[in-house]
């Protein structure tokens, strides 16, 4: 049994909560909303986030950081990306030498470029992180249905311990060593479930989703192979796999999110109507720049950027995809 921590009480976190707690593991999980650990110690349920799962009497609840992190055997950080920063830096002076944090959320920082892994590694040098990703709701997990992630750790013997931790008869865990891979996976097919959904949203259809699907992850594997990614990653389970469920499902809040774009919301009242964090919306622009810095092309995040945060209208958008120039869809396969 290991002593685990979950950091970030939101859906994500409540769902991984109620697995390792499944698994036999003790399970503590903090929040920095008051109002939120007293509804889930009251209630043992998060009604706005995971109604319907209910959370065992002996899961412990707290907004003290300090009590959630010392001595833990692992740290589980599921804040949403734009807060990574700040709790990493809250958390530093009650992390050990080589305590394990695994970051279980997606995203890129907007202003340093940097995966979420990087940034906890700039604020918390000591620690040793891992991170868990994949196509995986919450609302499912929650629920014990059938789903397969990955572990992806420096260490193989760290990857393996997280792996028997978090692994049972309803979440299969694979293990990797392409952690840049891993989270350029996960931040970038956000973006391009936004372009799904704003494509929902006009009325497309499935030749629009499948187009965007497959365009999309080309995008994210040429971005990754420039940044030292492996081509094996962007091909598994935290590549198309991930990319799949995002653009497919309505649990997936970015395509929710492009829906009521595509059909004329803002960006802004998007937002506000899907009630939760929108982790599209804050690696766009760094997608861009991390665009430039590695001189890739990224037409579909491109235009996504364009529809966000420079009033481009979304039919238009279409358009200039559409209308690019022609192309070879792979320029490595010779012509006879």
Same mark, same amino acid.
């Given at each position: 049994?290991?002593?685990?921590?979950?950091?970030?009480?939101?859906?994500?976190?409540?769902?991984?909560?109620?697995?390792?707690?499944?698994?036999?593991?003790?399970?503590?999980?903090?929040?920095?909303?008051?109002?939120?650990i007293?509804?889930?110690?009251?209630?043992?349920?998060?009604?706005? %986030?995971?109604?319907? $799962?209910?959370?065992p009497?002996?899961?412990? #609840?707290?907004?003290?950081?300090?009590?959630? $992190?010392?001595?833990?055997?692992?740290?589980?950080?599921?804040?949403?990306?734009?807060?990574?920063?700040?709790?990493?830096?809250?958390? %530093?002076?009650?992390?050990?030498? +080589?305590?394990?944090?695994?970051?279980v959320?997606?995203?890129?920082e907007?202003?340093?470029?940097?995966?979420?892994?990087?940034?906890?590694?700039? /604020?918390?040098?000591? *620690?040793?992180?891992?991170?868990?990703?994949?196509?995986?709701?919450?609302?499912?997990?929650?629920?014990?249905?059938?789903?397969?992630?990955?572990?992806g750790a420096?260490?193989?013997?760290?990857? /393996?311990?997280?792996?028997?931790?978090?692994?049972?008869?309803?979440?299969?865990?694979?293990?990797?060593?392409?952690?840049?891979?891993?989270?350029?996976?996960? *931040?970038?097919?956000?973006? $391009?479930?936004?372009?799904?959904?704003?494509?929902?949203? =006009?009325?497309?259809?499935?030749?629009?989703?499948?187009? =965007?699907?497959? &365009?999309?992850?080309? /995008?994210?594997? &040429? =971005?990754?192979?420039?940044?030292?990614?492996?081509?094996?990653? #962007?091909? +598994?389970?935290t590549g198309?796999?991930?990319?799949?469920?995002?653009?497919?499902?309505?649990?997936? &809040?970015?395509r &929710?999110?492009?829906?009521?774009?595509?059909?004329?919301y803002?960006?802004?009242?998007?937002?506000? /109507?899907? %009630?939760?964090?929108?982790?599209?919306?804050?690696?766009?622009?760094?997608?861009?720049?991390?665009?430039?810095?590695?001189?890739?092309q990224?037409p579909?995040?491109?235009?996504?950027?364009?529809?966000? #945060?420079d009033?481009?209208?979304?039919?238009?958008?279409?358009?200039?995809?559409?209308?690019?120039?022609?192309?070879i869809?792979?320029?490595?396969?010779?012509?006879?």
């Amino acid at each position: 049994m290991a002593d685990i921590s979950i950091i970030g009480a939101g859906s994500w976190g409540t769902a991984l909560a109620v697995l390792l707690h499944k698994n036999g593991h003790k399970v503590t999980v903090w929040s920095i909303m008051e109002s939120e650990i007293e509804m889930l110690t009251k209630e043992r349920e998060h009604k706005d %986030k995971l109604p319907g $799962v209910k959370l065992p009497e002996d899961m412990v #609840f707290t907004t003290d950081l300090e009590a959630a $992190v010392t001595g833990r055997d692992v740290l589980v950080l599921a804040v949403p990306s734009p807060y990574t920063r700040s709790t990493s830096r809250s958390m %530093k002076p009650f992390v050990k030498e +080589g305590q394990i944090i695994v970051n279980v959320a997606k995203g890129i920082e907007e202003k340093t470029l940097l995966t979420l892994s990087q940034i906890i590694e700039e /604020e918390i040098p000591q *620690a040793e992180v891992a991170v868990l990703s994949g196509p995986s709701h919450a609302e499912e997990v929650g629920k014990g249905i059938p789903t397969t992630i990955v572990v992806g750790a420096a260490k193989k013997a760290t990857a /393996e311990y997280l792996q028997n931790i978090f692994m049972n008869e309803v979440f299969r865990v694979y293990i990797s060593p392409d952690v840049l891979g891993i989270e350029l996976g996960a *931040a970038l097919k956000n973006v $391009v479930a936004l372009a799904a959904g704003i494509a929902d949203g =006009l009325g497309c259809g499935d030749n629009t989703k499948a187009a =965007l699907i497959t &365009r999309g992850i080309a /995008e994210i594997a &040429r =971005l990754g192979l420039a940044m030292g990614g492996r081509i094996e990653t #962007f091909s +598994g389970l935290t590549g198309i796999g991930d990319l799949i469920v995002t653009c497919a499902s309505m649990h997936s &809040r970015n395509r &929710r999110a492009g829906i009521l774009i595509g059909k004329g919301y803002t960006m802004e009242q998007a937002m506000d /109507e899907v %009630k939760m964090v929108v982790e599209g919306v804050y690696s766009a622009k760094a997608a861009m720049g991390l665009a430039q810095k590695y001189d890739v092309q990224l037409p579909i995040i491109e235009q996504v950027n364009a529809v966000l #945060f420079d009033g481009m209208p979304v039919d238009e958008a279409v358009k200039n995809l559409m209308l690019r120039d022609k192309k070879i869809e792979n320029p490595l396969i010779p012509w006879s």
